[in-house]
C-alpha cells in the first residue's frame, strides 16, 4: 500500500466508508451468533411444552427461571458428581491431545517452511488432503485400522511388539485421545506453517552471526517469533475438541471416557430436561471464553513484545 | 464397518423411543396446565387430559369436533403422497409400486429425532401424509391436535393384524394409530466366542457380568432398554417404575458393570454382533434378524444366539403409523396404511429391507424359519402374539419420572 492511500484511510469522511466494510461482518455477528445465544439461554432459562416436550424458551429475562442452570452447578461444583466428572475429563483428554498435536504439527510445519523448497506446494496439498474426507469417515476409518484384525494390530504382531491382537477398540482413553489428535492436527498445522514462513530468515542469520548456536536461534528467535501462532493453533483445535462428543462414540462407547459433549447430547436430544442441555452448553462457552480471553491477551502481549 | 446401511438410523428412532417414552402424561398438574391455556371457556370448556396408556390401563382418546375423520367412500387424491419417517424404516420398492398402483408420486423424508419430528408437524410448517410415531407418544399427539381419527373403512387390511393390536391399550379401537412392526429386547451373544451362554444361567441377565467378556460387552445405548434390562436382572418386571430405590438400584447395577467388564454403548447391535466387537450385546430383535447379513466370510448364522425369556416375560413393543391431521391427501394416505397392512406388502416390507416384524397373525416362527428368513437357531428373535401378554411394554412416564430415569442414565453414561 502506497503512501498517499495510507493518508485517505485515516481522512475524515471516508472513515465511514472504511467502517461501512465492518458491517457484514457485525451483522453476520449478530445473525449467527449473538441472537442464537440468546435463544440458546432463553432455552436453558425456559421450560418445555408440556404436550409435545418441545423447547418453550422463555424471552422476558424477568421471568426467567434458573432451575437448570442450578443444577448443572451444582454437578459441575459438587466432587465426584457427573457433570464435574465429566468436565475434568474432557479437560484433561482436550489437553493432552493438544500437547499431542503441537508436538507433531511443529515440526512438520517447521520442515515444510524452512526446508521444503519447490515441493512446499505438494507438502501443503499433501496436508490440506484429509480435510477431503470429513471427519466422520476419518473416525470410521480409524475403527477398521484398531480392530482386532486391522492393520494396526498386524503391523504391532509383524514387528514383534505384541503377541496377540489387542482389543483397542474396547474404552479405552488412549484411542480416543489418538482420535482427537489426527483428527485436529491438520487444523495446528496450517496456522503454524503459515507464521513459520514468514520470519525473516535474516533475524535468524543475525543470531548465528551473533554467536549463537542453530538450537539457541531456534529458542531464542524462532520459537519466540511463533508464540502467536502456537496459541492461535491452541485455540483453534482445543475450542471444537470441547464440543466433540462422536469421537469418544466412535472409538470407545464406553461411560469411562465420554466427554461433555456427550452429556450435553444425551440431554439436548429430547425429553423433559432440554434446559439443562442448553444450560451445559452456555456453562461451556463461559468456559471457553476465558480460554479465549487468555488467547486474546496473550497475543496482544506478544504482539507487542515483537514490536518493540 | 456396515455404516451405510440404512437401519442405521434406527439408533434415533430408537432414541425416541427412550425419550418419548420418557413422555409423559396425564397427572393432574397437566389437567391445570391445559386450563390455564384453555382460557376464557368459563370453566364450560374442559381441557382434555393426557393420559397415562398402560396395558392394565388401557386409554380411549378423544374425538375432537374441529378434528373429523374423513368421509368413507371417497376416491383417493392425486399429486404426492409425502412421508414422514425414519431413515431406512420403509422398503423403497414399496413406495415404487405404491405409486405405480395409484398414478401418483410417492415422497419420503426423514427425522432423525421424533422430538424433531413433532416440533415440526406440531409448528404446522410442514404437512405430511402419513407419519411413524410410537406407542409413548400417541397421547400427545392425540391431545395436541396433531393426528387426525382414521376412518376405519379404508382400513381393510386391519384384519390381518394380532387381534390385540387391532384394539391396543395405548389406543383402544385403533381410532388414531394402525400398528407397523414390533420388537423385543433380548441379549445376543455370539456362540462360537462366549464361554457361558445366559441359557445356562439361573439368572440369565448376569452374562452381562461375565468377565470373559470384558472388553467385547455392550448394552444399547438406550436408557429404557439398558436400564429396563437392571430391573429384570433383579426381579423387577414394572420396566416403567418412577419408585427411586428401583432406579438407584438398577443404577448401581450399570455402575458396577464399567468396573466388571468394562461396558460398552452401541446401538449398532446388528454390526457390533457379527463383526465380532462383542460377543455379548443386548440386542433388539429385528437387529438379531438383520446381523446374519454382517457375519465376516466363513462364519455362519450358527455363530449367532439371541436369548430372550421363552416365557415371554421380556421387554416388548411395537411402532405404529398413522396421518397428520395437516395431510393434504387424506384418503391416499388411508390407501397408503392399508397397503402396508396388507400381508404381502408388509411381509416383502420385513424380509427384504426393515428386518422388523409386522404383527401378522400368519406369520409364525415356524413358517419365517420354514421361508429362510430366519435362522433357526434365532427363531427365539421372532416375536410371538402371546408375547404382548406376557411381555412388558415401555410406556409413557410422568416428567418427574422421565426426569429420574434420564438423570441416573447421565451419571452411568458420565462415568462415574
Known sequence: MSEPERADVGGGSDNAFWAGFALPGVAWLCLFFLLPFYVILCIALGTVDPIFQTPAPEWNPLRWNTSAFEFVLESLFTSGAAFQTVFVRTFVYVTIATALSLVIAYPVAYYVARYGGRWKGVLLVGLIAPFFISYLMRMLAWINLLQDDGWVNDVLIWAGILNAPRNWLDGRASSVILGLVYGYVPFMILPLYAFLDRIDRSLLEAARDLGASPFQAFRRVTLPLSMPAILAGIVIIALPMFGDYYTPDLLSGSPQTSMIGNQINLYIRGGQQIPVGAALVVVLMLFLTVLMGYYLVSTARAQRRLGR | MATFHPRESRYPRREFLQRGAAGAFAFSSMGTLLAACGGGDNGEFRPPELQLARPDNPVTHPLFDDNPMIA??????????????????????????????????????????VDEAIAKISSGAVDFDVFFPTVDRVSRLVVGKTLQPLNRDYLSSLGNVWPSLQDPWYDKGSQYTVPYVTWTTGIGYRTDKVSTTPESLANPYEIYWDQANKGRLFLLDDSRDAIGHMLLKNGISDINTENPDEIELAKGELKSLIGAVNV???TDDYTNLPEGKAWVHQMWSGSAVSAQYYLPEGVGADALGFWFPPDGGGTIGSDLMAVPKSAKNPVLAHHFLNYLLDEKHGYDNFVNYVGYQPPFTKLDPDRLVADGVVPANLKTAVVRQSDFDTGYVQTELTPSGQTLWQNAW?????GV
Not at chain 2, 73 to 101: C, H, M, Q, S, V
Open chain 2, 264 to 266: 460398552k454403548l452401541s
Open chain 2, 410 to 414: 447421565a451419571e452411568f453414561k458420565a
Open chain 2, 72 to 113: 368413507s367412500g371417497l376416491d383417493p387424491e392425486g399429486g404426492t403422497l409425502r412421508i414422514y419417517n425414519w431413515n431406512g424404516y420403509l422398503w423403497p420398492r414399496i413406495k415404487k409400486d405404491f405409486a405405480k398402483e395409484y398414478g401418483v408420486k410417492v415422497e419420503e423424508t426423514f427425522f432423525s429425532t
